[in-house]
């Protein structure tokens, strides 16, 4: 039953059609054969029936003058005279007390003549199966009974006629299950063709997508709304298309031209910064170099010793400086330019960070940090440029914080982002916070300012967090009682 089913649900449309006509048309056909040839033999059975009743009368009436002078040879001959009947087998006729008085046929149905009235009681369907017919009539002289006559008939010429019927209704029942396939075979097209034809629609929009084809419709039925809807359907596919085509020509466009522009702009930066960088090098150093010679012959010519060590030392102590300021300057200018060329690849964020934070307790002993990184956070970066952002990022928060204070570093997922946060408890933030992240600005107070501080650290995390198609913001922690530091940076996924 389970392959019949599986077998029907992967038929077509076409031939499970052509299944369904057949199939109640031959059920149709085989009950009509069958309900006509069971009605005609039970027709048959009781003309047979009626014509042995009437036999038997006739007889009957033949036989009473026989009965009444007990002549029994006129009885047998009387009897004898159904020989001409081929489907009579047996007869008797008896007195009125049960002896038999003429035989027709073999001794051995005298027995079965006993019983005559029972099976004269039988049903029409026992004496079909039975092939035989029973019929008792009694014969009477002046209404009194004297005797009566048992005539038994085999139903074969019935039977010979009823497969004659039967042979007729199965070449009847044949020619009519043709008849309905190629009848079925021509229908079924009325309503597998548009279907069909759907379906032929629907692969050709499906591999050329084509959705300007369009299905003809000459239904006005059920089918008529589905191929209606179909249509509809291409047609607000072909509209929302062509519709989704024209804006990405054009943002194609707009981010082409954008992205020239910025490309533009960002390698004149890129070239002015590096010449900037160059042009103050290679000016301040020779500045630095007639310094240095004026200090020298300052030095050996001047006869007021002391006084003139005073000058010498602040002279040098700027110059100092200047060589520090340039150096930074160049290194600034030169991470700018190289940062958006260097190879990236993906990167555990939050590994990453534990894997350092034993280096900085090393390096910072007498600072307590507390670490709460998230595993598995991969982000596209360059790792030694990663970890000198988080080296910035600590060293600030080691010169501001709170000694008695732990600095906080985590690293978490938030709204499809990764977070690398560093807090401390100490000096509260300025409140021109973007001020922080620009070149050459240091908000450090006096005590904690040093001659080599140019204001450098967080501008280069500003350019480092950029670079990786993330930014850097600042806050206050607690009420202005010190300062957190957030980076974040797109999350990437690894299958």
Not at 228 to 237: A, D, R
Not at 249 to 269: C, F, G, P, Y
Request: glycine share 4%; proline share 1%; aromatic share 6%.
């Amino acid at each position: 039953m389970m392959s019949f089913t599986s077998t029907l649900k992967s038929m077509s449309i076409k031939h499970k059609l052509m299944l369904i006509m057949m199939a109640t048309s031959s059920a149709a056909i085989v009950l009509m054969a069958l309900l006509v040839v069971i009605n005609q033999a039970l027709n048959s059975q009781r003309v047979t029936q009626q014509q042995l009743n009437t036999l038997a009368d006739v007889l009957g009436s033949r036989s009473t003058g026989a009965l009444t002078f007990d002549d029994s040879v006129t009885g047998n001959e009387i009897l004898n005279g159904l020989a001409l009947k081929s489907n009579v087998v047996y007869a008797v006729i008896e007195r009125s007390n049960g002896e038999p008085f003429a035989v027709f046929g073999g001794t051995s149905r005298c027995a079965e003549s006993q019983q005559a009235s029972i099976f004269h009681a039988t049903s029409s369907w026992a004496a079909l199966f039975a092939n035989e017919v029973h019929v008792t009539r009694d014969i009477f002289l002046e209404n009194e009974r004297i005797g009566k006559i048992c005539i038994v008939s085999t139903l074969d010429a019935l039977y010979d006629d009823l497969l004659d019927y039967v042979l007729l209704m199965t070449i009847i029942s044949a020619i009519c299950f043709v008849t309905t396939f190629f009848i079925g075979r021509r229908l079924q097209s009325v309503v597998s063709g548009p279907i069909l034809n759907l379906q032929k629609a629907m692969d050709s929009v499906s591999q050329n997508r084509d959705y300007s084809l369009r299905v003809e419709n000459r239904e006005e039925n059920e089918l008529q709304a589905l191929i209606n809807g179909f249509n509809h359907m291409l047609e607000q596919v072909q509209l929302r298309d062509n519709k989704l085509s024209s804006n990405s020509a054009h943002l194609e466009k707009i981010v082409s031209t954008q992205t020239t522009e910025l490309t533009d702009v960002n390698e004149k930066r890129i070239l002015w910064l590096e010449s900037m960088a160059r042009f103050l090098k290679h000016e301040l150093k020779n500045s630095s170099v007639g310094i240095k010679t004026s200090l020298d012959l300052i030095e050996r010519r001047s006869t007021e010793q002391k006084k003139v060590d005073v000058y010498i030392a602040r002279a040098r102590k700027s110059m100092t400086n200047m060589n520090v300021l340039l150096q930074s300057a160049g290194d600034a200018s030169n991470l700018e330019a190289n940062l958006y060329k260097e190879e990236q690849e993906q990167l555990d964020l939050g590994l990453m960070v534990v894997s350092h934070i034993e280096s900085y307790q090393l390096i910072y002993p007498d600072i307590s940090m507390r670490v709460n990184c998230q595993r598995g956070l991969f982000v596209l970066g360059n790792k030694i440029r990663l970890i000198q952002l988080l080296d910035k990022l600590v060293s600030n928060a080691v010169e501001h914080c709170d000694a008695h204070a732990p600095i906080e570093i985590s690293v978490q997922r938030v709204q499809g982002k990764v977070q690398l946060i560093v807090a401390d408890k100490g000096d509260a933030l300025p409140k021109d916070k973007l001020a922080m992240f620009e070149l050459f600005i240091s908000f450090r107070t006096v005590e904690r300012k040093t001659d080599e501080n140019f204001g450098l650290g967080l501008y280069i995390v500003k350019l480092i967090a950029e670079s990786h198609g993330g930014q850097v913001t600042a806050y206050d922690f607690n009420k202005g009682e010190g300062a957190v530091f957030e980076v974040t940076l797109p999350l990437i996924s690894t299958h």
